[in-house]
T-cell receptor
């Protein structure tokens, strides 16, 4: 069990550019979540996958954001035409769905995005 | 909808002092409650959890009791150490409302423990 990994750890980009982040969940975890955390705030839910299906998206996820999990393993989060307001820490978490038990989400170290 | 409110920080304590970080929530039904901790430069780690009323979660000397009557889940530790310096997040999930069990977090409380 190597934990949840995220790449890159840091990304600096210019406004208007596209960026893509990757998350590798704990193996055999069928649920994968993306959250966004701005400075001094708690994480906010963006979207989640059950296997390869994207089952829920927050209204925070504008149409410039897209997430995929093509084979039910790793996931990517792409932001198109970045804006300065997109600057934040993007967190990925994974969990294993458990029947009638409260599952635990395990978080990766995050990707810190700075849009200049 | 769901929401979590926790006391603002920073909280500054001397080593071996008693710690309380208040957390209250708003949710329908019977949410599960969590405390996560974020050490400097690291990701969020689950500290403890409670899944039903009157449950007490505990780990590493920290405790929190799920109080449905006061909709609270306050974090306590009897004697803090310098190594406990971190940001603490209270969170809930509400599987009856959200089949995906996504977490709703409070704003976080920074704890600084001085030797």
């Amino acid at each position: 069990d190597t934990g949840v990994s995220q790449n890159p750890r840091h990304k600096i980009t210019k406004r208007g550019q596209n960026v893509t982040f990757r998350c590798d969940p704990i193996s055999e975890h069928n649920r994968l979540y993306w959250y966004r955390q701005t400075l001094g705030q708690g994480p906010e839910f963006l979207t989640y996958f059950q296997n390869e299906a994207q089952l829920e998206k927050s209204r925070l996820l504008s149409d410039r954001f897209s997430a995929e999990r093509p084979k039910g393993s790793f996931s990517t989060l792409e932001i198109q035409r970045t804006e300065q307001g997109d600057s934040a820490m993007y967190l990925c978490a994974s969990s294993r769905e458990q029947w009638q038990q409260q599952e635990t989400q395990y978080f990766g170290p995050g990707t810190r995005l700075l849009v200049l | 909808g769901n929401s979590v409110t926790q006391m603002e920080g920073p909280v500054t304590l001397s080593e071996e002092a008693f710690l309380t970080i208040n957390c209250t929530y708003t949710a329908t039904g019977y949410p599960s409650l969590f405390w996560y901790v974020q050490y400097p430069g690291e990701g969020l780690q689950l500290l403890l959890k409670a899944t039903k009323a009157d449950d007490k979660g505990s780990n590493k000397g920290f405790e929190a009791t799920y109080r449905k009557e006061t909709t609270s889940f306050h974090l306590e530790k009897g004697s803090v150490q310098v190594s406990d310096s971190a940001v603490y997040f209270c969170a809930l999930s509400n599987p009856l409302l959200n089949a995906g069990n996504m977490l709703t977090f409070g704003g976080g409380t920074r704890l600084m423990v001085k030797p």
